[in-house]
């Protein structure tokens, strides 16, 4: 979910939250989340403005995104929309 | 008995087979026998009756 | 009638030869003085379901209300001779009830009572005297058998004792014993001579060995009966509730599909789950496509221009030297104006240096695609979605289906349906061990004759010995003759009843092309059309009119006559066979008794065969738990 979740944050173009929130999601290990660096990446190719630490950011970016997820689910949508939406979503 | 019928035409198909092939059984014999085993037909207890056949068989021997 | 059913206090009904009929509602008594006649015959008589009732449940209710705690039945029989036979069964609270049979004036005890009473109806063969219009079932497994091998052998049993067979089979069996009797005194006789001494012995231990073995098979044959009257029981019920049988079938069917349904469900649900948590690549990939399409417009624009710059120092360098800068030809005018030419377009499209190299970035995003876990979750979940769908639908439907089976007793099915199973197998099993055991008995006869034979031919034929052996030949033909006689006489009886039972058929159908009916060895009767064609099914109405046919063939070929009645028997006809099984009926049996409701028979109905009917009584409503018998008024 949380990599989802960066990864929607990417795709939508999501602003970060801010550093304070206090945090849901737990930061786990590089290792597992992030074998093959695709994350880091992205995240540096896409939003780095060399400003902070790559999986930084991306805590910051996962809890934008679960928020947008949440509110789509809130809205009484379902999850296979969401997925759908995001295959057919295009930055203009 | 309104049986009658029926009970004729069993002794026929019995003197039928006699004479065609048991005819050194006597006519008469076979007739009371049968005679004897229509009256004991619901009988559960068969021993009376056969203690009367058997009976009947020596006294016919010893004519 | 005492106190019995829905009759209250003492009522009779007296009758003579001839044609009675009986009019009464539903639930005024019809069918209870039929089962009044079976309750004196055999104690007991059970509801439309098979089951015994209860005789708790059969004192008059306005009779228990005024504290009485006992009903009874009695019957006056005469035969042929004139001879009167009086019955009268009680029940009793307390238990005190009992049969009380008295025959020309003299009382009997009590196993000559219910002999005496099994005698004039035997439970098996009551069916074809009383006759129950509305429980066609009992009929069915008698029509409908063609197996003989499934026939019911207590309905086969039950005809031949109507036709009168068991005297003939008795007389085998009597005579059988006379023959073994004699042979037995001669072994005796041959033993004192002391040279057959060894053979009678051995006869003598055969004989011993045989008995057991008699007692044996008796024992296996009372179980063979006992499972089949289980298998008659279920069948009973199975029949009644074959439309929720079918229910119940189409219940199972559908819990098989849930469940099917269900468990595909749970393997969509599993293969979602594993995609979703792959989909954050899938994501991924789609995040980064925009920025790995620049940077593949940049690396491609990068090479364009690194290839311009390379055809631009070529050209610059051959017009140095105006000369080709690879075949060292000499350059005309025209060739160095093209060169020029096309050198101004290249400097005009030289691209820019970004200053970062594209390749590099494109190489790491390249390493993000696209697994299609996202199409693929999204697919399972439409799948889920379907069976979450498809699953409503199947628990409406077997919410209809239960809403339908009402009360039906569907544990009582089921159970039925198993009972019915495992009984059939249990007699299965059972005739086998029976035959085997008949088979190992006839083995054990004939070295015992073999034996006797042989103590018969070494022993001296003095006088008594040979007065002996002409008595135990005697004997031996006999039941060799009764042996013969019988297979031929059931053979001809049985086509008779055939002859007669179609007669009376074609009487009553009123379809042209029902040629006859034909018996098969189990008694089982077939309607035959033309060119020998056997009709698959018959409607309810065929069906009773077969059954009525039957009847009417076996009572003109019993030994004996009884009085036959009738309980609705019009229900399943339509007009016309009412009118032609009506004009029947009189003739059926010397005393023929008719109960019907008006909805069955009409007064047209009856005015055609007036003549012939003896009197008309009508059960009459007295007040719910309460009827009379009375003599029939037209507007009664």
């Known amino acids: 979910m949380y990599r989802l979740a960066i990864a929607v944050a990417l795709i939508v173009g999501l602003e970060p939250a801010p550093v304070e929130v206090p945090g849901r999601i737990n930061y786990l290990g590089v290792a597992s989340l992030d074998p093959e660096g695709s994350i880091r990446t992205a995240i540096m190719q896409l939003r780095d403005e060399g400003r902070e630490r790559p999986y930084a950011l991306g805590e910051r970016l996962a809890e934008a995104g679960i928020d947008e997820l949440h509110q789509h689910l809130d809205s009484g949508r379902s999850m296979r929309e969401f997925l759908s939406q995001l295959t057919e979503f295009r930055r203009t | 008995m309104r049986g009658s019928s029926a009970s004729e035409k069993m002794l026929e198909a019995l003197m039928a087979v006699r004479a065609d092939k048991f005819p050194s059984v006597p006519e008469d014999l076979l007739v009371r026998v049968f005679e004897l085993e229509q009256e004991a037909q619901y009988e559960t207890e068969r021993g009376p009756t056969q203690a009367m056949l058997r009976d009947l068989i020596v006294d016919w021997g010893d004519d | ?636």
């Open chain 3, 1 to 636: 009638m005492e106190d019995f059913g829905i009759f209250y206090g003492s009522q009779a009904l007296d009758l003579d030869a001839g044609l009675y009929v009986v009019h009464g509602e539903n639930g005024r008594g019809k069918t209870t003085i039929i089962n009044a006649i079976k309750w004196v015959f055999f104690g007991r008589f059970e509801d439309r379901q098979g089951r015994t009732v209860d005789p708790k449940g059969i004192l008059n209710r306005d009779a228990k209300r005024e504290g009485s705690t006992k009903f009874s039945v009695g019957l006056t029989l005469t035969d042929d001779d004139g001879v009167k036979t009086i019955a009268r069964r009680t029940w009793e609270a307390s238990g005190d009830g009992g049969l009380y049979v008295e025959r020309d004036g003299k009382p009997l005890n009590q196993a000559e009572a219910e002999i005496t009473l099994q005698n004039y109806l035997e439970k098996n063969v009551a069916r074809f005297f009383l006759f129950d219009g509305e429980q066609l079932r009992e009929y069915e497994e008698l029509l409908f058998e063609e197996d003989e091998a499934t026939q019911s052998e207590a309905v086969r049993r039950s005809i031949e004792q109507i036709l009168g067979l068991p005297v003939l089979e008795q007389a085998i069996t009597d005579f059988r014993a006379v023959d073994k009797d004699f042979e037995g005194k001669i072994t005796k006789l041959a033993r004192r001579t002391g040279k057959t001494e060894k053979l009678s012995r051995m006869v003598e231990q055969l004989e011993t060995e045989v008995a057991e073995a008699r007692k044996d098979l008796k024992g296996l044959e009372g179980l063979r009966d006992a499972e089949q009257e289980k298998v008659d029981q279920a069948a009973t019920v199975l029949q009644e509730n074959e439309a929720a049988q079918e229910l119940v079938n189409q219940m199972e069917a559908l819990q098989v599909q849930l469940e099917t349904l269900t468990s595909q469900r749970e393997e969509r649900v599993a293969d979602r789950k594993r995609e979703l948590a792959d989909t954050w690549e899938d994501a991924l990939a789609i995040a980064v496509a925009p920025r790995r399409e620049a940077l593949e417009a940049e690396v491609e624009a990068h090479e364009v221009a690194a290839r311009a710059a390379y055809d631009a120092e070529q050209i610059e360098r051959s017009l140095a030297k105006i000369a080709c800068d690879l075949c060292g030809q000499d350059l005309g005018d025209e060739v160095v104006a093209r060169l020029r030419a096309r050198l101004d377009q290249i400097e005009l499209g030289e691209a820019e240096d970004g200053g970062h190299d594209p390749r590099q970035e494109l190489a790491a995003l390249l390493r993000i695609t696209r697994s299609g876990a996202i199409s693929r979750a999204i697919a399972f979940d439409e799948r889920i979605s379907e069976a979450n769908t498809k699953r409503v639908g199947l628990e409406q439907d077997m919410e209809k289906i239960r809403d339908e089976i009402g009360r039906a007793p569907t544990d009582d099915i089921r159970v039925a349906g198993d009972q019915h199973a495992k009984s059939l197998e249990q007699i299965g099993a059972i005739k086998k061990q029976i035959e085997d055991a008949e088979a190992a008995i006839n083995e054990k006869e004939r070295k015992r004759r073999d034996l006797v034979q042989e103590i018969s031919s070494n022993s001296d034929d003095d006088g008594e010995m040979k007065a002996l052996k002409e008595r135990d030949k005697l004997a031996a033909d006999l039941a060799d003759l009764f042996a013969e006689a019988r297979a031929g006489f059931r053979d001809n009886l049985r086509g008779q009843v055939e002859r007669d039972a179609s007669d009376i058929f074609l009487r009553l159908t009123t379809d042209p092309n029902h040629l006859g009916l034909r018996i098969n060895t189990g008694y089982g009767l077939e309607t035959i059309g033309p060119n020998d064609e056997v009709f698959p099914t018959r409607s309810a109405g065929q069906e009773q009119i077969v059954a009525l046919s039957l009847i009417g063939a076996l009572n003109r070929n019993a030994t004996r006559q009884a009085p036959v009645m009738m309980d609705t028997p019009f229900g399943r006809l339509d007009k016309r066979h009412r009118a032609k099984v009506l004009a029947f009926l009189g003739e059926m049996a010397d005393q023929v008794f008719l109960l019907v409701h008006s909805a069955e028979v009409d007064e047209a109905d009856l005015k055609a065969i007036a003549p012939h009917i003896k009197e008309e009584l009508s059960l009459k409503r007295i007040d719910s738990f309460r009827t009379e018998i009375r003599r029939f008024e037209a507007n009664g």
